[in-house]
């Protein structure tokens, strides 16, 4: 049996240890190589090897230091060739696979057969279940274990026929086998006569059972065990407290050393004070999903932090984009190029091999999902295979990012395998980069390699388990930065009584993390642990119990800070730690008040500052005065300007459908090729125009959006279908009543018939439909509407909503009752046509063909114009027109959709714009 070895001295256990090391050399230099020291975590073995280089120096004595290791790294060290994680994941995989059939009532909520990529995630749960089992030195195949569980006697046989599958699968020993198998046939490794297990608390069974083989082998056991002052507990053999000792055990916590926080933004704030008011404390967290906000914490005070435990992999960008990549070429969802476009290696990337410009890239990709909507890229890629040397920039410039990807993906999906696919993505993505050996990037690529390699050795047959291999072995290689000597450990709890620190600040003190706890096991609820030998929720307690009354005891008073937040970091109510609560019963009540009581957050939204103010682009004012744009002018002077002279606009990236502008493009474009076909428009017979527009709609949606648009352009499509059978019998009616269309997106201004000026700028614009009656030769404009619902040309132009300063001939008496105009569009229209056709006998009537969502509400309705109403058109136009020529874009008004409310938050424009831009917004004098 061991030798127990007490270290009561109240000291920090690192230290007790290392002198107690140090007098195990019997002269100088100090020979510690024949000796291993075992060590609950690796962090706690490189504390201990730093304390005794130091006492060593301190000394003045050489140093062969003992060969550190965790009871698990020495026993992996005794055994032969094992199989890898990947080839464990992959042999599991094939192994629920094939014999799901005949374990079906194990994988409940699973169709057979089971597809890989759901195998493969079942799969970790078995090797987490098969890892367990071996710490009580068992196998899913060990006879006493539907003995001693006998009331899961059942599942535990089907567990034991995919065991068997998975064990054929291998092609080297299963580990947890090899470690079994340890227990009688380990043999000491060369030169070792000592193993010292320095406070593993917990060391389980199948440990137990290989160091008393090594000890019938010669090998000398010791046990440290940390114990400030007598022990008053009982151990067993291997230092495990018992757990009937702590279950009433009072932990000498001062009630003033707990702090409460409202969540976990003000727990990493307070921990963070909490460090800076005492330099060289220690940071211990007991809850690691702390971890996020304890590096923001930190960096808000410019603090370096160092997590020992290192960062996957997993986290790094090139696992994420190339996971993302295959994602994409595996779904060939156009939405699922989106976390590959933005990543800044990929559109470095494109830069460097086709002269792509990450803002076109970005721009390209933007205007794809929000303009043509189309859901599957294969259809996007078939689309731009036409010809394209005679198109708009723009859109080569949409072509060639989108030839370019498709090439990408071509080669990708060519590849032997997925290991090769993505050796050629990494080689370009980084093939012609530079990157300094040992940075972030460089060691990623290189763990991401390593990756590809161990995976392919094991799954190179079956794609999706191969990508379920790559994604394992991302999740368990680390990365680690370098850090400076001053840099905050983020050390997890097991750290904690191997911290050298006399103030230390523990974070996390919620149950589920101190003390830790296992709950809801698929296989092994708390009750068969216990059973089995495993550890349990109540011996988890106890050495967490135990541990936290050592650190205590250490230490002098006040020297810990306990931190409990009320919030986890995920936003959840957190429960208070037991061993908070473990005071004198007498100060029970004080306590939970206090661990109780409301605490305000911390976060709080920072006073705005603004260290500068939003410059306004200085742009050339207009040459041209839109009739559509008079109406924003009237909502806003200073948005007007941001929409028309600079071209702002904003942008839905995760659009999915057609917004207002793009459904009302499209019917325009439909109606325009039916008004401009000689034959269709002269017909009254609502039958042919109802065809003729339909295949009119479905050649522009496939212009526009492919061959397979996405889901809700199709319902759009069909919802303007139904609108376009509802025109084509109003249309058919207006035919027979003499109504002849002339017209069709008839224009004026620079680019279309010479229109009036004022003040210099001629008006443009695009009348969506001429007609004139044949017998009375009255002419009429019609502009076509798609409002949501059924809207006149009254409600339109004219609001009730007062503004705050008036422009000439806003106000119009409508009804008896003043009015304002928003729209000056139908008036405008009316103008153009007197000013074209001065000879006409009549002026023109001006209205809408309003096709509504509700087609029962479908009409063509008039706005009826009278003199004054006319006037006051001319006067406000006129004034607009001034002021536009003026460059006047100011005072603001407050719109009722504000598309620009990103650049203000809630704030007066005159409060965000600077001097330069205020001055220049307001124009130039008369």
């Known amino acids: 049996m061991p030798t127990p070895v007490f270290l009561t001295e109240a000291r920090p256990l690192v230290k007790k240890a290392a002198e107690w090391l140090a007098g195990q050399a019997s002269s100088k230099p100090w020979d510690l190589s024949t000796v291993a020291v075992l060590l609950p975590t690796a962090g706690a073995g490189r504390r201990l090897r730093d304390e005794l280089s130091l006492l060593a120096e301190d000394h003045g004595a050489g140093l062969f230091p003992p060969r550190i290791s965790t009871p698990f790294g020495f026993i992996d060290a005794l055994l032969p060739k094992v199989a890898t994680p990947s080839e464990r994941l992959a042999a599991w995989s094939r192994a629920i696979s094939n014999e799901a059939h005949a374990v079906s009532d194990l994988l409940p909520g699973f169709r057979l057969p089971i597809p890989a990529r759901d195998s493969a995630r079942l799969a970790q749960t078995f090797l987490d279940l098969c890892s367990s089992l071996a710490e009580a030195a068992l196998t899913p195949l060990s006879e006493k274990l539907p003995e001693l569980l006998s009331n899961d006697a059942e599942r535990w046989e089907a567990v034991a026929t995919l065991y068997r599958g998975y064990l054929s699968f291998l092609q080297n020993a299963d580990p947890n086998e090899a470690r079994i198998a340890a227990i009688a046939e380990a043999s000491p490794p060369s030169g070792l006569d000592h193993i010292v297990i320095a406070n593993v608390a917990d060391l389980p069974r199948l440990h137990r059972l290989i160091f008393n083989h090594l000890e019938e082998c010669g090998v000398r056991i010791t046990v440290l065990v940390d114990a400030p002052g007598e022990p008053e507990i009982t151990f067993d053999a291997w230092g495990t407290p018992a757990a009937k000792d702590w279950e009433e055990m009072t932990i000498p916590i001062r009630a003033g050393d707990i702090i409460v926080t409202a969540d976990a933004y003000s727990e990493a704030e307070e921990a963070a004070r909490l460090i800076a008011s005492a330099p060289g404390a220690g940071l211990c967290l007991a809850d690691e999903s702390l971890k996020a906000q304890a590096r923001s914490a930190f960096a808000r005070r410019n603090r370096e932090v160092f997590d020992p435990q290192g960062e996957p992999l997993a986290a790094a960008e090139i696992a994420v984009l190339t996971d ?30 086709a002269s792509l410009v990450p803002a076109h890239s970005l721009e390209a990709y933007d205007l794809v999902r929000t303009e043509m909507l189309i859901d599957y890229w294969q259809d996007v890629a078939g689309y731009f295979q036409r010809p394209i040397e005679e198109e708009p920039e723009m859109l080569r410039k949409r072509a060639h990012f989108v030839q370019t990807v498709e090439t990408l993906r071509k080669e990708f999906a060519a590849a032997s395998d997925l290991v090769e696919g993505l050796e050629q993505f990494v080689a370009f993505l980084y093939g012609e980069a530079k990157l300094e050996s040992h940075s972030r990037e460089a060691q990623s690529l290189r763990g991401y390699i390593n990756a590809l390699r161990e995976a392919r050795t094991h799954a190179h047959e079956n794609g999706d388990l191969l990508r379920e291999c790559i994604r394992e072995a991302a999740r368990r290689i680390a990365l680690y930065d370098a850090h400076s000597a001053d ?73 810990v800070k306990f931190l409990y937040g009320r919030m986890n970091a995920g936003g959840e109510p957190a429960k208070p730690s037991r061993l908070l609560l473990r005071c004198p019963p007498e100060e029970l009540a004080t306590r939970v008040a206090r661990v109780f009581h409301s605490v305000p957050t911390l976060r709080h939204s920072p006073r705005r500052r603004r260290e500068w103010r939003l410059q306004v682009p200085r742009a050339a004012t207009m040459t041209k005065l839109p009739v559509t744009g008079f109406g924003d002018y009237l909502a806003c002077p200073m948005r007007y300007y941001f929409k028309h002279v600079l071209g702002m606009g904003a942008i839905d990236p995760q659009a999915g459908e057609m917004n207002a502008s793009m459904f009302g493009l499209l019917f325009h474009t439909v109606v325009d090729r039916f008004a401009k076909d000689q034959v269709a428009r002269e017909s009254d017979d609502p039958r042919i125009i109802e065809r003729f527009l339909h295949d009119a709609l479905d050649r522009e949606v496939v212009r526009l959006h492919g061959l397979h648009p996405s889901l809700p352009v199709r319902v759009q499509q069909e919802s303007l279908r139904v609108r376009l059978s509802r025109m084509a019998q109003i249309q058919a009616g207006e035919r027979a009543a003499g109504w002849q269309i002339l017209h069709s997106e008839y224009r004026f201004g620079p680019k279309g018939e010479k229109s009036p000026e004022w003040f210099g700028l001629p008006i443009s614009a695009s009348l969506d439909r001429i007609e004139v009656h044949i017998r009375t030769g009255q002419r009429r404009i019609l502009d076509y509407k798609t409002f949501a619902r059924d809207k006149s040309p009254d409600e339109a132009h004219f609001s009730s909503r007062c503004p705050a300063e008036l422009l000439p001939g806003e106000e119009v008496i409508r009804d008896g009752k003043p009015r304002y105009w928003t729209n000056l569009q139908l008036p405008l229209y009316r103008e153009l046509s007197l ?92």
């Open 835 to 926: 000013f074209k056709w001065r000879d006409d006998l009549a002026p023109p009537v001006v209205g809408y063909f309003l096709l509504p969502e509700r087609v029962e509400d479908a009409k063509i309705a008039m706005f009826d114009l009278d003199e004054e109403t006319i006037s006051n058109a001319t006067l406000c136009t006129e004034a607009i027109a001034e002021r536009i020529a003026r460059g006047i874009f100011w005072p603001p008004r407050e719109p009722l959709y504000d598309d620009y409310d990103s650049l203000f938050l809630g704030e007066a424009p005159e409060d965000v714009l600077s001097e330069e831009s205020l001055e220049w917004l307001q124009g130039r004098p008369e």
């Open 487 to 559: 840099a905050v450990e983020l050390n997890g709890w097991l750290e904690a009584p191997w911290l050298a620190e006399e103030h230390l600040v523990l974070t996390g003190c919620t149950e589920g993390a101190l003390p830790s706890s296992t709950n809801g096991h698929a296989f092994l609820p708390d009750s068969a642990r216990e059973t089995l030998g495993l550890s349990t929720n109540r011996s988890r307690y106890a050495r967490d119990a135990f541990f936290l009354h050592n650190i205590l005891r250490s230490r002098p008073p006040g020297a």
């Open 324 to 353: 993302a990549w295959v994602e994409f070429c595996t779904s060939e969802l156009v939405s699922a190029l989106a976390p590959v476009v933005q990543s800044p290696a990929f559109l470095a990337a494109l830069n460097r091999t």
